[in-house]
Structures are given as structure tokens and as C-alpha cells.
């Protein structure tokens, strides 16, 4: 696969994803899926826009331990989505099993990326609620190697990091990176952004963009700016 923008449909319902997708009646954009419209629809909404086309990636973070992993990544594996991920924090020995669960007998499997440490987490918390005291940049290159070690696909992370994560990690290691916005756009709750064409120049595998797609007047629109801007 290669560069592409991912729509964040942070929608409360499916009926609500699927009115706001049906304005795109020339492309099929690759959605992602998190946690509030999966836990309020089920597998159910994952099928529904598979069969309509679309390229999913199901964003549900997971962490717990290797063995409730694995089976839990089987289970998504079924779901036949492109990319799924979880918590690089639940450590290498839980990332391999997350791999072994999502592997199907014919050894095809779903991507599998790693969330390095939330960006909504600064050194400060990292420091005063996690005690760990390292830089946070050192902290998500070390988490991106350790998905690596693992044998995983990717990280999510900054725009702003992925140049440094393809240097530890190499080229091929993908980075899927949310903050997006368009130079004239609003920021929002985000605060390290980056517009499409700068994420593009520091080397972002997919973009994550949401609002300013989901809550601009011309959804479709915007959608095909990201793209001229990102894969050009
Ligand atoms: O609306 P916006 O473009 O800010 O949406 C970004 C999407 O990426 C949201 O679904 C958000 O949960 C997700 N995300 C993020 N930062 C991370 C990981 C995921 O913004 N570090």
C-alpha cells in the first residue's frame, strides 16, 4: 500500500459514518474506525463498510496481556480489516503475540502498528504519573524500535517524529500519523500539527485527518485538498 489519507470517522453512530460517506460518490477513502463507533456498533460496522469498499483501519489500541492479545488480534484478524494496532508499552513479548493472533493459517495477516506514547501525554505526565524519566522523544524511538524488534508493520506518531522513526527504524517501517491540519484550518484540541504537505515532505506513510474533513462544509472537498497535498 502506499501513501494515503485515512478519514478519522469519529462518529457516535453508523447511521451517522454512513450518511457523511455516502457524499463520496467517485473514491472510496480509507476510514479509520476507533474505539466509540466500534464499541457502539460492533463487528457489524467494520463489515458494512468492507462491503462497500473501503480500506479500514480498526483503531482500538489494544493492552493487556500476550495471551488475551493473541486472541483478541484472531479475532480481529477475522474482521479481514487492513490495519489494526495496540500499546507498544505492553511490551515485546506482548507485541510478538499480538502478531502470532492476527497471522491466518495461510499467513496473510492485517498490518499491525504500534501506538508509541499518546499525544496527548508530555514529558510532564510521562515524568509524574508513569515515572519514566527519559526524554519523550527517546521514549517513542525506543517504543518504535521495540515494535520493530517485535516484527510489526509501523507506528503511529507525530507527522513531526516520522522522519526520525524511519531513520531508527528504516524506510519500510510504516508511520501512520494523526495532528493534521490545513495551513488555514482550525487546530482544535491538537497541539503539534502539521499540514498535509509538510507531513508528506517529512516522510508520513498515511495521514490521519478527521475534523477538517468530518466538519468541513464541503467534506469531499477537503478530502480531495489532503490528497493532492499528501499523495499528490
Ligand atoms: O479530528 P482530528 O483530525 O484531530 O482526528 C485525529 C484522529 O486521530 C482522532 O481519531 C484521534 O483520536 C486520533 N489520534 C490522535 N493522536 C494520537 C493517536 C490517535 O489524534 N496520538
Not at 527517546?138 to 524500535?145: N, R
Not at 519500510?172 to 500519523?177: S, Y
Request: negative net charge; proline residues 4%; contains cysteine.
Amino acid at each position: 500500500m502506499g501513501r494515503d489519507v485515512i478519514i478519522a470517522c469519529d462518529f457516535a453512530s453508523g447511521q451517522q459514518t454512513l450518511d457523511f460517506l455516502s457524499a463520496f460518490k467517485e473514491e472510496k477513502p480509507f476510514v479509520k474506525i476507533g474505539m466509540e463507533l466500534f464499541y457502539a456498533e460492533g463487528p457489524a460496522i467494520v463489515r458494512e463498510l468492507k462491503a462497500r469498499g473501503h480500506k479500514i483501519f480498526l483503531d482500538l489500541k489494544l493492552h493487556d496481556i500476550p495471551n488475551t492479545v493473541k486472541k483478541a488480534m484472531a479475532v480481529l484478524s477475522g474482521l479481514d480489516v487492513d490495519i489494526c494496532n495496540l500499546h507498544a508499552s505492553g511490551t515485546i513479548a506482548m507485541m510478538e503475540a499480538a502478531l502470532e493472533g492476527l497471522t491466518r493459517s495461510d499467513g496473510t495477516r492485517p498490518l499491525l502498528i504500534a501506538v508509541t506514547q499518546l499525544t496527548s501525554t508530555d514529558q510532564e505526565r510521562m515524568e509524574k504519573d508513569l515515572l519514566i524519566h527519559a526524554p519523550i522523544d527517546e521514549v517513542v524511538l525506543h517504543y518504535a524500535q521495540n515494535a520493530k524488534t517485535a516484527g510489526l508493520d509501523g507506528v503511529v506518531c507525530s507527522p513531526l517524529e516520522a522522519r526520525k522513526v524511519h531513520d531508527a527504524c528504516g524506510a519500510d517501517f510504516l508511520t501512520v500519523t494523526p495532528g493534521v491540519r490545513f495551513a488555514d484550518g482550525d487546530v482544535g484540541d491538537q497541539k503539534r500539527v502539521t499540514t498535509p504537505a509538510k507531513a508528506k515532505e517529512i516522510g508520513s506513510d498515511y495521514i490521519v485527518v478527521g475534523r477538517p474533513i468530518t466538519a468541513a462544509a464541503d467534506p469531499v472537498a477537503a478530502y480531495r485538498r489532503c490528497v493532492e497535498e499528501f499523495v499528490g
